[in-house]
């Protein structure tokens, strides 16, 4: 099994900038495989960015440029960091572990707000 848990989220008006940080506890031993996913009002869950099992990064063709996803094995912990925010980019946004077994876990969640 695999707990993570987010933190970071909060209000910010478009334009600025916040850190969403997911630190995981369990059978996880690298943080490849860990991402960032989002879900807004009334729309699919979708990717934002993760760390594939072999190390590389991905990206949504919305957010590249802006975030940027990045982590730390030794705590088993990962960071989406998110600059110049807009409107469209509010969601509850959510980390996931997918094992080598493609069994994927999630965390509670944590809201962004874009608004002014």
């Known amino acids: 099994q695999v707990q993570l848990v987010e933190s970071g989220g909060g209000l910010v008006q478009p334009g600025g900038s916040l850190r969403l940080s997911c630190a995981a506890s369990g059978s996880i031993f690298s943080i490849n495989g860990m991402g960032w996913y989002r879900q807004a009002p009334g729309k699919e869950r979708e990717l934002v960015a993760r760390?594939?099992?072999?190390?590389?990064?991905n990206y949504a063709d919305s957010v590249k440029g802006r975030f940027t996803i990045s982590g730390d094995n030794a705590k088993k912990t990962v960071y989406l960091q998110m600059n110049r925010l807009k409107p469209e980019d509010t969601a509850v946004y959510y980390c996931?572990?997918?094992?080598?077994?493609?069994?994927?876990?999630w965390g509670q969640g944590t809201q962004v707000t874009v608004s002014s």
């Open positions: 760390i594939t099992s072999g190390g590389s990064t």
């Open positions: 996931s572990y997918r094992t080598l077994g493609l069994t994927t876990y």
